[in-house]
């Protein structure tokens, strides 16, 4: 089997160690892994495959004779190298938000639009984690009839604030169990036993950039132009992987059976739906793994095509990582 010369912009964040987890996991076909972050992680050394390689400087010459550059870094780092990755000849499959909206630029999930991923020219963009636990939980309804409006509330756990969300979490608890205060970092609230109803910034008529990726990025994965998406997202004191509750209207109606028959097929899916028995997605089950998993599918009291979905998934890993090494997966059947 070929060999490709693989580097992971961003490496000692959360989501670039994630990426060499899963370059193994899945046996990539890596025959050199260079890691690549700023001044002050270089040298640092990370194991992948039992082996140990040193962090190298992030810079345009590093990324020569690369045929495929895994970005986990953020908008500015992406922007910053973007063209020298693409002179060298390398694809570079970006995790950061910088190009998912570029007409130019496929933004792919593999389970729902991988015939994207052949019209790049030299990157591709990975989309938000919200977005891709989502649209994985509901692609199989729009197979059968076309998805018009989603209405959606995520309940986003620390760890989609990076590697520092979670130990704020724990910090605070610690604290408070101490009967001591802490001053947030990380979140601009105690997120301990506390919910925040916003993540991001304000973009548009009072909803934020998180909330309209869901709307922006599923128009363009699922080659939907007129979606229509209304969401709140919502940071929970939960470690890892992320909850959504969706409302799907579509074009025709989908009955309930329908729906759990199409989602049980699904590709990376799996459904997880026995209220009797008290079963369904929950974050401590879906986390460090790869499926979404899908849920309380009933019929939207509020409308005729309606239905009510729950989903469950990674987000650092399907939702980030995974999704990024499954695109580059695509991308050497091309090379």
Known sequence: MKQYKVAILGATGAVGREMMKILAERDFPVGELHLLASERSVGQELDFRGQKIAVEL????AFEGMDIVLGAAENDI???????????????????????????????????????????????????????????AINALNQDSPIETIVASSYQATSGAGAGGPKELMAEVEALREGKTYQPKVFQYQIAYNVI???????????????????????????????????????????????????????????????????????????????????????????????????????????????????????????AATNAVQIAELVIKTL
């Open 78 to 136: 992406a922007e910053r190298f973007a063209p020298a990755i693409v002179k060298a000849g390398a694809v570079f499959v970006d995790n950061s938000s910088a190009f998912r909206m570029d007409p130019n630029v496929p933004l792919v999930i593999p389970e729902i639009n991988p015939e994207d991923v052949k019209w790049h020219k030299g990157i591709i963009a990975n989309p938000n984690c919200t977005t891709i636990v989502s649209l994985v």
């Open 197 to 319: 109803p916003q993540i991001g910034g304000e973009a548009f008529e009072g909803y934020t950039s998180e909330e309209m990726k869901m709307q922006n990025e599923g128009r363009k994965i699922m080659h939907l132009p007129d979606l229509r998406v209304s969401c709140t997202c919502v940071r929970v004191p939960v470690v890892r992987s992320h909850s959504v509750s969706i409302v799907v209207r579509t074009r025709e109606k989908i009955s309930v059976e329908r729906a759990k028959e199409l989602i049980a097929n699904a590709p990376g899916c799996r459904l997880v739906d026995d209220l009797k028995n008290r079963r369904y997605p929950m974050p401590l089950e879906t986390s460090d793994q790869d499926t979404v998993f899908v849920g309380r599918i009933r019929e939207d009291l509020t409308s005729d095509n309606g239905l009510n979905i729950w989903c469950c998934g990674d987000q650092v890993r399907k939702g």
């Open 58 to 61: 992030a810079c345009d010459a």
